[in-house]
Each structure stands twice: as C-alpha cells, then as structure tokens.
C-alpha cells in the first residue's frame, strides 16, 4: 500500500507521496498527432503530460496550452468535479503508481463545498483504472491504479495537519494541539477561512468566499486586453504576473505596478472578510496562511490583520503544497496505525470522515 495526497485546485494539481512532490496546471486538451520531436525540449514529466485514462486521451498542464488546439479550464466548482477532477487526480495517482501496489488517497474539499461534494469525489477517485502515459520518445507505459481508501477534509485541514504532525504522521506539535489558530487558505477561485480549536475543527468560523487569485488575474488580464487587443487566458498569466512583465506579439508590457494594487485590493477585502467572520474570536492565537495565493498576498494581508501570522512549514518552501504535505501526514496517521483521530464538528458528514471502500460496486452505492 503507497500513502499519497492529492490537490486537485482550479490553479494548479498538486501531489506527494513524501518523497517526491508533483505540480501541474488544472489544464485539458485535446490530443492531436504530434509529427516530429526534436528530442531536446523539456523533459519533465509534468511539462509532458499526455496520458490516455480508461481509454480516453488527454493533453494536461503546460503540455496541452502549448499542443492543444482546443484546451479546457474551469473556475466552476461542479464542472471541476464532474470533468477535471477523475482526470486530474487519476492522472496524479498513477504517477506514483507501482505494479501491484493499492493507493491510498487523502484529499480536500473547500469548507462549503464538503457536505455537498464529498460523495462525488469519493466516487471519481476510487476504484480501478487503466492509465497509459505517452512519453516525449515515443514511449508507452501502461499503470493499473487501484485507489483503495479515500479520505476526505476540509482543505486547510492540511497545513494544520502539517504543522501538528511528523513526517511519519505522529502528533508532535503539542503546543498548536492546545491552541486555537485560524487558517486563511487562498486559492485559484475561493478563499478558505476555517478555526480550529484545540484539535476540534469550528464550524461557525470556518467558511468559503470567492475571493481567490482568479479575481486579481482577471483585473490584469482585462488591463492588457484594453492595451494589447488580446485576451490572455488566466491560465498564461502566471509566469507573466509572477515576473511583473508579459511579451505580446513582439511587445513588453510592464504589470508590476499593476499586479501590487490588484493584489494589495484583493488583501484589503481579505482582511475585511476576515475581520467580519472572525469578530467574536477575540482569544485566537494567531493565524496562518496557506495556499498558493498565499505566497502573493501574505505582504499585502499580514499588515492589516490584527491577529498574529504564524510561521508555517519550514520544510515545505511552496505554500501550494501546504495542505497536500499534511493531506499525507494525515493518511500515515489514519493508515500506519499511528492514528489521530479527525477533529470533531457536527457538520463535517461522518462518511466523509471514514475510509471509503474502493470497490466500484461500493463506490456506486455512495452516488
């Protein structure tokens, strides 16, 4: 049995296994004959992904924006679970899929999202499947992935996991278990906002906003639509708002300004949602902030909140994987017989606190 966490964001996919971390971005494309290779491009695997799942061909990542003709991306929560999600996360697990050997898959939800969804996603993960992965030298690899167990949270759960357990999912962090923390994790689309209070997770603070990255990369996309004439899909912006410069058609467009202010609004309603949600917990230790956007606002937000910012994984340089890193020390905890029980909330389903049967009968049973 392989322990992995699963991220399937509308950003980026994220996976680990504690030994090795992957990242790609939540893209699908179609496929098409690809002529001739030179042979001297990329050869990351995640820069490459073309992978055929249960028989159905699929370009994914930075692979299909740059092969696919027509490429597909959502910011819609049912369409990233009925679409994206058997894809993605499919396409993650056999990754780090050997012959013979059960996964088992600890993964997230958005705090809103969780009564709702947690039955759909236990059902598009689980179970037996047959991946083919195309490699860049015309090479094939054919994986049998059998996911045995699915566990399921509330996404920020993750960095808390992350910061209460070793690498080996025991419970070391004492001094967090007796605290209580608020976790502010942003996303691609949502902000979660989520209090977890001495190891029991609050449910009257914790919320869903859609308050996330898209928002600021739709301000500056829509900036060099009126200069440029052209439409950047949000999905081209990264690398482009992370320099503070873009090239279209031949010309350099300076966003660095741009991209402060849209990032230093988006901080401001943050902090506002926050102090609004978190206005009766006065006797907070702190709080942390995860997720990807993370990295991007924490200069602009830690400013204007009035709660202290704790320091977060110091092993884990990426805040996008935050939550997969704890996802996994969780899922060691729960399968290596060390075990840490979930925090207790009325409003967290039991089911999506138990380990599904992988079974496809079983799995139909839940739908």
């Not at 990542?61 to 819609?76: N, P």
Request: charged fraction near 25%.
């Amino acid at each position: 049995m392989e322990i992995i966490g699963i991220d399937v964001g509308f950003g980026f996919t994220k996976v680990t296994n504690g030994r090795k971390s992957l990242c790609f971005k939540s893209v699908l494309g179609e496929t098409t004959d690809i002529q001739f290779s030179t042979g001297l491009g990329n050869k990351e695997i995640v820069d490459n992904l073309h992978v055929s799942v249960d028989g159905k061909g699929y370009f994914i990542g930075d692979f299909a924006i740059a092969q696919s003709s027509v490429r597909q991306f959502t910011l819609d929560q049912e369409r990233l679970l009925e679409d994206f999600l058997p894809v993605l996360s499919l396409t993650a697990a056999g990754l780090f899929a050997e012959e013979g050997i059960t996964l088992n898959v600890v993964t997230g939800l958005p705090v809103v999202f969780l009564k709702q969804d947690y039955e759909k996603m236990i059902k598009a993960m689980s179970g037996k499947h047959q991946l083919v992965y195309h490699w860049p030298d015309g090479s094939r690899e054919s994986r049998d992935v059998t996911i045995n167990g699915v566990q399921i949270m509330p996404q920020p759960l993750g960095t808390v996991f992350g910061l209460l357990m070793d690498e080996n999912g025991r419970l070391v962090n004492r001094g967090m278990a007796d605290k209580k923390i608020g976790v502010v994790d942003i996303g691609f689309r949502t902000t979660d906002f989520l209090v977890f209070d001495r190891m029991s997770y609050i449910e009257r603070s914790s919320s869903t906003v859609d308050m996330g990255m898209s928002r600021s990369f739709m301000a500056i996309s829509e900036k060099l639509k009126r200069e440029s004439g052209v439409q950047v899909e949000l999905y081209r912006l990264y690398e482009a708002v992370e320099k503070g410069t873009i090239q279209i058609r031949g010309k350099e467009y300076h966003i660095a300004n741009l991209r402060d202010r849209v990032f230093a609004r988006a901080a401001e309603e943050l902090a506002g949602e926050i102090g609004r949600l978190w206005s009766d917990e006065w006797d907070m230790h702190g709080v942390i902030l995860t997720g990807g956007g993370s990295q991007a606002l924490s200069s602009f937000l830690a400013p204007k909140l009035e709660i202290p910012v704790l320091p977060t994984l110091e092993k884990v340089t990426d805040p996008r994987f935050y939550n997969v890193d704890g996802y996994l020390r969780f899922g060691k905890s729960k399968w290596r017989k060390t075990p840490v029980p979930l925090p207790s909330a009325t409003a967290v389903p039991a089911s999506a606190a138990a380990e599904s049967s992988a079974t496809p009968s079983s799995a139909a049973g839940r739908s």
